[in-house]
């Protein structure tokens, strides 16, 4: 049911998960997702923790510790298929754009 709901991901639920892969507490993802986009994608602590709030609901993601009053989060097996699900649909958008676009998108 959750795949249905979050049928395409927006780019900050798409980095937030992508950071989920190994543990990270939340300012850790933030400072993550900003280094690994050199900026272009940029996500506040007030959207990171309404996103992990809601993923957590859904058990896309499950607290695994608290260390230093930090909460560290992680994806589960659910989180997992939906980031390979969306990965594998954004590669398919890049592929449809690259046969579209042909030598267009070197100028």
Do not use: C, W
């Amino acid at each position: 049911m959750a795949r249905k709901q979050l049928q395409n991901l927006t780019e900050p639920m798409y980095y937030v998960l992508l950071n989920l892969i190994k543990p990270r507490h939340g300012y850790g993802i933030m400072k993550n997702i900003k280094e690994m986009t050199k900026g272009r994608v940029k996500v506040g602590a007030g959207t990171l923790y309404s996103l992990l709030s809601r993923f957590e609901k859904e058990d896309i993601v499950v607290k695994v510790s608290t260390e230093d009053n930090k909460k560290i989060y992680e994806l589960t097996d659910k989180g997992r298929d939906i980031l390979r699900q969306e990965h594998i649909r954004l590669k398919q958008l890049v592929a449809d754009g690259d046969l579209m676009l042909g030598d267009d998108r070197n100028e």
